[in-house]
């Protein structure tokens, strides 16, 4: 099947032009070539960060990753966690509570993380360019043209779609139009990377006191990340340099005391400005990660948030390229990630409004201590941060399962035994059919869609239709309409 593709004014194919080159842009890259979509990769700077503004992996990205093959080199001795906060309360998050294949948080830096993609990005022919920045675009029924700024000056970049994942100030998104509505800050946060040799007599986490929080974390490294918040003192400059005295003084004013930090290697500030664009589409121009959605960063939801979004549209774009993406589909992504950024969004705002040093918050604080203690409560909760809690619900087949994330199960087919990740790790939908009477039904929809005949002694269903992110489209006993409505649903006419 040919896929759409376009050159720019130095000949370089472009099927899919991505602004940003960090974790999403890399991520759908990923994606794209998987289907064989050929992307360019803009990022702007000319150099990858040494320093990890994010941290850490929830339980539905891990398992998203494990379905790609790309989670072993992300693991080592001490990466699980079985527990993470909410809020700076005790008792903390259960992490392995939660109906997860991989329940825990995945202690890695956001650096490695694009590390990896990266180089997975760039096997399956995804070019990766530094140093460029999109600096204008224009688009028709056919394409979009990227007028983009480097060293050497301006080219321009003809693709059939560019998807901006070039973060909360997104270029892309202001371009196309895309309005991006939401609520100022009215916190001011400072974090700072260094050394700290009391560090054994410091409380780690969350220190919340009258004026704001101090969170002290070590990392495996061995640095410690050390985080101020302060209310109702949101900065006036969110682009100023951040100096060691004007940190230390937030830690003062906090604290009220100092804390012996040496050898600083990073400091930043941020705010808790939370918005989302009001569409992820415009024609020919689509949304991704923080290009879609801001708000305070606290528990790497951004990173996860903006990970799972690449993923959903990965393959529905890679469909519509392709020719074979029936009406919607591609619009189905703004659909299903819509709500699922609304909820994280409300998730940090419950988290900071639980945070504020008011006195009524003291009592609230209190009273949600108690609900952690109960499993139900703190189930939802995890089920919440980690996106395990996600469904979607768009589409044929609404009823039942359909729309949850479909665990790992081992499987006995012909060829031997495997797995639901593995077979997923190529990116198609997946048939797995457990009686024998599904294979018939899903024959003119191969090329899309795998079907497998599995022998099992204790089968979920009769069969099982599996998105290629890994979301249940169709479930049932025996092959009869709905199933034929999911598959025209979610992988087109034939």
């Not at 415009?282 to 939801?301: K, N, Q, T």
């Amino acid at each position: 099947m040919t896929v759409e593709s376009a050159t720019t004014d130095t000949g370089t194919f472009a099927d899919v032009v991505i602004a940003g080159g960090g974790p999403v842009g890399l991520m759908l890259a990923c994606e794209l070539g998987l289907a064989g979509v050929r992307a360019v990769v803009l990022e702007r700077d000319a150099t990858r960060p040494a320093v990890a503004r994010a941290w850490g992996l929830h339980a539905r990205t891990v398992e998203t990753l494990d379905r790609r093959g790309l989670l072993a080199p992300l693991l080592h001795e001490k990466a699980a966690w079985p527990k993470m906060p909410f809020a700076g309360l005790w008792p903390l998050l259960q992490l392995d509570r939660i109906a997860a294949d991989h329940p825990y948080l995945l202690n890695v830096p956001q650096t490695r993380v694009e590390e990896v993609l990266e180089e997975r990005a760039r096997a399956l022919g995804a070019t990766v360019l530094a140093g460029h920045e999109v600096a204008g675009l224009s688009q028709d029924e056919q394409g979009v043209t990227v007028e983009v700024t480097t060293a050497h000056g301006t080219e321009r970049l003809r693709g059939r779609y560019l998807v901006g994942c070039d973060g909360g100030r997104s270029t892309v998104r202001r371009l196309a139009g895309i309005g991006f509505p939401g609520t100022d800050p009215t916190v001011g946060g400072m974090l700072c990377d260094c050394t700290l040799p009391t560090m054994a007599q410091e409380r780690r986490g969350i220190t919340r006191t009258e004026v704001g929080t101090v969170n002290i974390n070590p990392r495996p490294n061995g640095v410690v990340r050390i985080v101020t918040t302060e209310f109702g003192r949101p900065h006036p400059d969110r682009d100023a340099q951040v100096t060691f005295e004007e940190f230390r003084g937030a830690v003062r004013r906090i604290l009220g005391r100092d804390l012996d930090i040496v050898e600083p290697t990073f400091m930043t500030r941020f705010g808790d400005a939370t918005r989302q664009a009001d569409r992820y589409r415009e024609g020919r121009v689509l949304l991704a990660g923080d290009a879609a959605h801001i708000h305070f960063p606290y528990g790497g939801l951004g990173l996860n948030l903006g990970l799972q979004d690449a993923v959903n549209l990965g393959w529905k774009l890679a469909g519509q390229l392709q020719g074979w993406a029936p009406d919607g589909l591609l619009d189905s992504y703004q659909a299903e990630r819509y709500p699922a950024a609304e909820a994280v969004l409300d998730y940090s705002r419950t988290q900071l409004a639980l945070l504020n040093p008011d006195r009524n918050v003291t009592a609230l604080r209190e009273l949600f201590s108690r609900l952690l203690e109960f499993p139900e409560v703190n189930r939802f909760l995890s089920e919440l941060a980690t996106g395990v809690g996600t469904r979607y619900g768009s589409g044929a087949g609404e009823e039942g399962a359909a729309g949850t994330f479909a665990c790992d199960l081992p499987l006995g087919t012909a060829d031997g035994d495997t797995t639901l990740v593995e077979l997923l790790r190529p990116g198609q939908g997946v048939l797995l059919d457990f009686t024998g009477k599904a294979v018939e039904a899903a024959a003119a929809w191969a090329s899309r869609v795998r079907t497998v005949r599995v022998g099992t002694p204790t089968p979920p269903a009769g069969a099982m239709l599996v998105r290629p992110d890994g979301y249940l489209a169709w479930s049932g006993e025996a092959a009869d309409e709905a199933l034929t409505r999911a598959l025209t649903t979610w992988f087109g006419a034939v």
